[in-house]
């Protein structure tokens, strides 16, 4: 067994993987089911800062993605799809897929969306029904201030989904605060439950644009309506995967106890960086450093499969590299829930060191040491 410490899926603690054995009843008659699936969804909308109404789907966090866009979509919508990284831009399937008119506001790949630069630009262009924006980009680490952006769309009138699968519970999102419409997330990031749920937290304002739809929604899978009034009817729109969902629950309590959740995430985030830039290594990013992922260039003198193999063959240790235009590129370290532990990342950084200097990086002194100088120095 590999210790995974890449963005995703995450390690996955005892307790979780426990919950995940408990004895099944009957998810569709059972009625106490019920209850226990809408308190998990109520834990959840809690710990993002809302009373909106969440639902968990039976599917990895892609299926969030689409089920927002299937439900939000009506053919001829105009859907602006803000793109500075992978997943961004990749919001325009989505919408196309179900009939929508995608349009791309490019940005700058490695800086933070110039928030103000939009502001600008919509006050010429803000005819659309929706607007997709990622939080954590993860195969470049972007983080996006999503606090201001989906207040400044709001005010024109204009929903959101936003893709925080790979910040949430690493990153702080308030989804009342920051006004967001529908809110995707994953089991398998810094939730740390194993990868195959996905859940959306669904504002009363995309509840009514679901509601007064002129065209069905063109999915049954991808269908957020389709659980419209489950608990009163006890009518699931499918077979629920309990035992999933007893996993997921297990992590969102061990979670709501977690009282420095966001300060470790920062303080470890922080850290990395610091020793990454220290140790000589370029991170990829000029600014939009998500405290749940580290992402550095790969030094000239070698290659991503030679830094990933030597880490995994010799030292058990996985991290990634990334896909698209960043295939080969970079390197990732996935700092995100159970793996933002000291007791996880000095050991990977320590082979990360060794591995780096092996294949003929000269590093500016080793990354575990200097990155447990800078965990000591933090300050929030
Ligand atoms: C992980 C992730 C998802 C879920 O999809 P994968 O199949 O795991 O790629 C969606 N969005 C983001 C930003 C993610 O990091």
Sequence with gaps: MYKIMTPGPTQVPETVRRARSFACTNPDLDEEFYDFYKETCELISSLLGTKNETLILDGEGILGLEAACASLTEPGDKVLVIDNGIYGKEFADFASMYGGIPELYHADYENTLDVDALAEYLKDHHDYAYATVVHCDTPSGMLNDISRICPLLKQYGILTIVDSVSGMFGERVCVDDFQIDLLCGGSQKAVSAPPGL??????????????????????????LMAFDGYYEKKWFPYTMPISD??????????????????????????????????????????????????????????DAKSILDEMRTKYNIMLAGSFDELSGKVIRIGHMGENARL??????????????????????????????????????
């Design 245 to 302: 969902i007893y996993g997921l629950r297990a992590a969102f309590n061990l979670i709501a106890g977690d009282k420095t959740l966001y300060e470790r995430h920062a303080r470890i985030g922080s850290a990395t960086r610091a020793a990454v830039k220290e140790a000589g290594l370029k991170l990829h990013l000029q600014s939009g450093y998500s405290n749940t992922v580290t992402v550095f260039d790969i030094p000239e003198c070698t």
């Design 198 to 223: 996905t859940f959306v937290v669904v504002s009363d304002d995309a509840k009514e644009k679901m509601k007064n739809r002129k065209t069905p929604i063109a999915s049954f899978y991808a269908n």
């Design 343 to 380: 007791e996880h990342m000095v050991p990977a950084l320590e082979a990360l060191s060794a591995t780096l200097t092996d294949l003929g990086v000269t590093l500016q002194g080793n990354l575990a040491d200097l990155f447990l100088k800078h965990y000591r120095e933090f300050q929030d």
